[in-house]
């Protein structure tokens, strides 16, 4: 079992607690609204969610969760987080369930066997980043029987990112899958730079801009954590993209305008 490391932090450390926190970030006035019918469409090939604590992001990231329950739920949900760490490998699996207070959350073996003929798989990589387990209880309130693929990227480089997504996309064959990038924007920046540079950021991200995604980040030195992560979501068989929603820190916390944290949720549509 990989065991939570920001419970109690990020979010509640308990069950009832944790739902009613999940609930309140559909409902804040920067939420979305709570999940309404399932179309059971599918047209979702990937998202990108933000992994802060609830209350600052949480509000954001319901956005990509409401959009994901009413699309319809996927067999696998490979979820790719940035490594905060300093791990050793490029990008690492967790063959082990991630268990938050909602339970475990089971790990798809099938696709986890795959990987691991390219990727390690080591859930000691995972046991301090909180980049993949942010995104897990929102995953099980929409779907409790969700099945994961759980991923750390610690090269973030476009060729890193071409790898990972070609070995999944070959791993998940003949499986529904769900690519989920874990993702936080500017980091402690003021509210109007974070604005500008996520603008400039998430516009390159809809309009499938790969390599001008990596010229905004690597050029202007903005501080996004995530980036490898999103490029592996823009490398996947979409037809169109769409920001749901942009906030930061300020908006949700209502502290600190001069050093905020940008946050997107955004979606790729087959």
């Known amino acids: 079992m990989r065991y939570p490391v920001v419970a109690g932090r990020f979010y509640p450390n308990d069950e009832k607690a944790l739902t009613k926190e999940i609930e309140s970030c559909f409902t804040h006035n920067i ?6 019918e399932c179309r059971n469409e599918r047209r979702l ?5 933000p992994h802060a604590g609830y209350k600052a992001s949480g509000m954001n990231a319901a956005h990509v969760y409401k959009e994901i329950a009413e699309d319809g739920l996927p067999d696998v949900y490979v979820v790719i987080g940035p490594d905060h760490y300093g791990i050793q490998y490029d990008a690492v699996l967790c063959g082990e369930p991630y268990v938050t207070p909602l339970g475990a959350c089971k790990v798809h ?7 691991r003929k ?31 693929v759980p991923i750390i990227m610690g090269d973030q480089s476009q060729e890193c990112a071409e790898f990972l997504s070609n070995a999944v996309s070959e791993a998940c064959s003949g499986y529904d899958h769900i690519v989920i990038a874990s993702s936080d924007l500017s980091h402690y920046v003021p509210k109007d730079t974070a604005f500008s540079e996520g603008k400039e950021v998430m516009e390159k991200v809809c309009g499938r801009d790969v390599p001008g995604m990596y010229d ?43 050093s905020v944290v940008g946050y997107a949720s955004a979606a790729f549509y087959r």
């Open 31 to 36: 939420g979305p609204g709570m999940p309404g």
């Open 109 to 115: 073996d099938e696709t986890i066997k795959r990987l």
């Open 45 to 49: 090939e990937a998202v990108i969610a």
């Open 216 to 258: 905004s980040v690597y050029g202007q030195r903005i501080t996004i954590c995530g980036y490898g992560p999103m490029a592996v979501a823009m490398m996947t068989r979409y037809s169109g993209a769409k920001l749901l929603k942009y906030s930061d820190s300020y908006d949700s916390l209502g502290v600190e305008r001069n």
């Open 118 to 148: 390219t990727i390690p798989d080591d859930v000691n990589a995972h046991k301090l980043d909180h980049s993949v387990e942010a995104q897990i209880p929102f995953i099980q309130y929409i779907d409790p029987d969700a099945h994961i």
